[in-house]
């Protein structure tokens, strides 16, 4: 699979056929996780109130993207001016969308379906050098595409909570690969390294400007924290040790009763998982997901370290030290299928050892894929940081309220994950897929 920076890089109409790939793959996976495996019954409903009923984020994809791409790009009119307010994701919380006079599903999928005719019969008229920063490079075709992936991915997580049967099937098991055996930590030596990008066309607002940070040397896990590894501090008694969270981080302990991971079950003398509908035993060898940042830092202070900072993971993940510069992907700048845990190519995290070929240039594994890695740093901009093109994307999110992610997870199209790429979410979430690994000072 090319990637936008790629192909870019050559000339205008292979860009565009590359975006019309990428948003025709981007709608069959939105399809395959709504209308495609629930009834109408299933997508109007709430499965909690922390997500939205799936129909209203089926709709929300369309009305984005008829916002961006016909309107904002194309200069088009409004096609249906009086639904903006009830997909607007910040006039309404997600707990209240139900009660909204939403779209059925099948005024919703016709609405996507005539707004992605509309899109595809301008996109030959578009020109993306000299138009503007919205257009250039298709920049505003490459955020609304993510912007698709990222609602699947949320999908994906109101699928987890659903309480009723399985509706998702496991795609085929990838080819196997030989695992090598799995490594502890890393060094990564001292030394400056420039964080962020100003040259990816479809990276947001929030990854530029490209800005050199010098990051005293640290040691960094070589591969995400298993479940093996978490359940050991579990039966260490680390839920019941005040010394090992701190005080937000117990009060939300204690006052939830949280004993375990996400949708882990005691049973008998081991545990077992919920995941899609299926209950299992929790695999050791896989990457822990379902712990909020309060679950993660009370983890790596028992195991006598902590969480990497934003710069520590990044330049672990992106920095060529022979090179001096980063790449896009830990092992290079172009996209290779099977190098890494992405895309739904399973339901799950792998195992440790996977996908070896995916290793960075220090050597760190897995850093994309498997599981959204929790940092220990605030959401907050680059300096020379400019909000574009509207600052709900990022702007509005700025503070110590959200803790920074990276890395993608299993779940994460390839199209909407790179090394530069941030995700931020609050500390007691747990319902996306995230996990993490530990980090410390170099000795």
């Not at 298709?138 to 912007?147: A, E, P, R």
């Not at 609602?151 to 109101?158: G, P, R, S, V």
């Not at 209950?279 to 379902?290: I, L, M, R």
């Not at 290779?336 to 190519?345: D, F, I, V």
Request: hydrophobic letters at 40%; charged letters at 25%.
């Amino acid at each position: 699979m090319a990637d936008a920076a790629r192909v870019n890089e050559r000339d205008e109409r292979a860009l565009k056929e590359f975006i019309a790939g990428a948003l025709g793959g981007a709608r069959d996976r939105s399809h395959g996780l709504t209308t495609g495996v629930l009834d109408d019954a299933a997508l109007v409903a709430q499965v909690s109130p922390l997500m939205s009923p799936l129909v209203w984020d089926l709709a929300h994809i369309g009305n984005y993207e008829e916002l961006w791409l016909l309107r904002a790009a194309g200069g088009a009119a409004a096609m249906r001016p009086e639904i903006d307010g009830l997909y607007d994701a910040f006039e309404h919380p997600r707990a209240t969308r139900p009660s909204l006079p939403l779209l059925p599903p099948a005024e919703a999928a016709a609405y996507l379906a005539t707004v992605r005719a509309r899109v595809l019969d301008s996109l030959d008229a578009a020109r993306f050098e000299g138009g503007g920063p919205l257009t250039d490079g298709g920049f505003v075709y490459g955020m609304v595409v993510q912007h698709e992936h990222m609602h699947d991915e949320t999908m994906l997580a109101t699928h987890q909570l659903r309480k009723d049967g399985p509706a998702l099937l496991d795609p085929p098991a990838p080819a196997g690969e030989a695992r090598p055996a799995p490594l502890g930590e890393v060094l990564v030596p001292a030394g400056p390294f420039v964080m962020g990008t100003s040259d990816d066309p479809w990276a947001h607002d929030n990854e530029r400007p490209g800005h050199l940070v010098e990051v005293p040397a640290f040691r960094i896990d070589a591969e995400p924290v298993s479940n093996a590894d978490y359940l050991a501090f579990m039966e260490a008694g680390g839920y019941d040790d005040p010394r090992w969270w701190t005080d937000a981080g117990w009060e939300w302990r204690t006052s939830g009763g949280k004993r375990a991971p996400g949708f882990w079950t005691r049973e008998g003398g081991g545990w077992t998982r919920r995941r899609f509908g299926h209950v299992e035993p929790v695999p050791p060898g896989e990457a822990v997901q379902h712990v909020c940042w309060y679950e993660a830092d009370a983890y790596a202070r028992w195991a006598g370290k902590r969480l990497p900072t934003e710069a520590e993971w990044e330049k672990a993940a992106a920095w060529d030290p022979a090179a001096q510069r980063s790449r896009r992907y830990p092992w290079g700048d172009d996209y290779e299928e099977g190098r890494a845990n992405l895309g739904q190519r399973a339901h799950r995290p792998s195992e440790a050892g996977a996908h070896p070929g995916g290793a960075s240039a220090y050597g760190v594994r897995r850093m994309l894929g498997d599981v959204w890695e929790w940092t220990s740093s605030d959401f907050t901009g680059y300096p020379g940081f400019r909000s574009f093109p509207y600052k709900e994307y990022s702007e509005v999110f700025f503070g110590p309220e959200y803790k920074v992610l990276r890395g993608g997870s299993w779940a994460t199209h390839p199209t909407a994950v790179r090394t530069t790429f941030r995700n931020w979410d609050y500390p007691i979430r747990r319902q996306i897929f995230a996990g993490f690994r530990c980090a410390r000072d170099a000795a």
